[in-house]
């Protein structure tokens, strides 16, 4: 009789960022990450982030449009830091869904100068 180990899920790649990138992180998109004020939106649009090594995923939820149960996400942008410069990267979405570099400015010493970017945006890449 064979013995089954029990299957795990799989996991996202832990946060490779340091306790003080993870604080500010929170500090930044915490804020942008709550329910509206008013229910009507808060029931078709709500925003979130997640963590994927060096990387912070903003990203937007929508009911499905074909009226189920389920939400639909749209990542918004990234944000990478790299170590040997300190920098972050930010990065949009294209149609191709492949991830390409912000050119208007792709990086940053300040997560919330990028941030500040993506909220604006003024090429209409990350909002549509």
Request: hydrophobic share 40%.
């Amino acid at each position: 009789m064979a013995i089954r180990k029990p299957v795990k899920a799989k996991s996202a790649p832990r946060s490779t960022l340091s306790d003080l990138q993870l604080a500010q992180v929170r500090k930044l998109f915490d804020p942008l990450c709550v329910p509206h004020a008013d229910p009507k939106i808060a029931s078709q649009l709500r925003y979130g982030y997640r963590l994927e090594g060096p990387a912070v995923i903003y990203y937007e939820t929508r009911p499905d449009w074909r009226g189920g149960p389920e939400w639909m996400i749209h990542d918004v942008a990234k944000f990478r830091f790299t170590k040997s410069t300190g920098q972050w990267s930010l990065f949009c979405q294209f149609r191709d869904l492949k991830w390409h570099g912000y050119e208007p400015l792709p990086y940053s010493p300040s997560l919330a100068v990028l941030l500040a970017e993506v909220e604006r945006d003024p090429t209409c890449i990350f909002f549509g």
